[in-house]
């Protein structure tokens, strides 16, 4: 049982914002670190973003100054401000705890279904 719910997807074009979501369950969001994360079309998945549960906060450096991750203990969610979007940033975007990145993290192989984040030039 792993929930997960990503939302705020869409199509932008190049330089715009997209705000995206993630509602958790409580007990997998609330003492961990938690990540967003991409997949590109015939691409592996890399990790974007990722936000402890102390707020400490780090970047791959291709987003690294566009995006923003950030989150709500309260409400069990956490978010991607994505600014400055550019057509390389097309993927499937999903969260998760950021263990899941240790592909023998039992949450490696628990995932939501993502929402599709598209950039046109």
């Known amino acids: 049982q792993v929930q997960l719910v990503e939302s705020g997807g869409g199509l932008v074009q190049a330089g715009g914002s997209l705000r995206l979501s993630c509602a958790a369950s409580?007990?997998?969001?609330?003492?961990?670190?938690m990540a967003w994360y991409r997949q590109a079309p015939g691409k592996q998945r890399e990790l974007v973003a990722t936000i402890t549960s102390r707020e400490n906060t780090g970047y791959a450096d291709s987003v690294k100054g566009r995006f923003t991750i950030s989150r709500d203990n309260a409400k069990n969610t956490v978010v991607l401000q994505m600014n400055s979007l550019k057509p390389e940033d097309t993927a499937v975007y999903y969260c998760n705890l950021a263990a899941a990145a240790d592909s023998g993290s039992y949450y490696a192989n628990h995932w939501g279904q993502g929402t599709q984040v598209t950039v046109s030039s």
């Open positions: 409580g007990s997998i969001f609330r003492l961990n670190a």
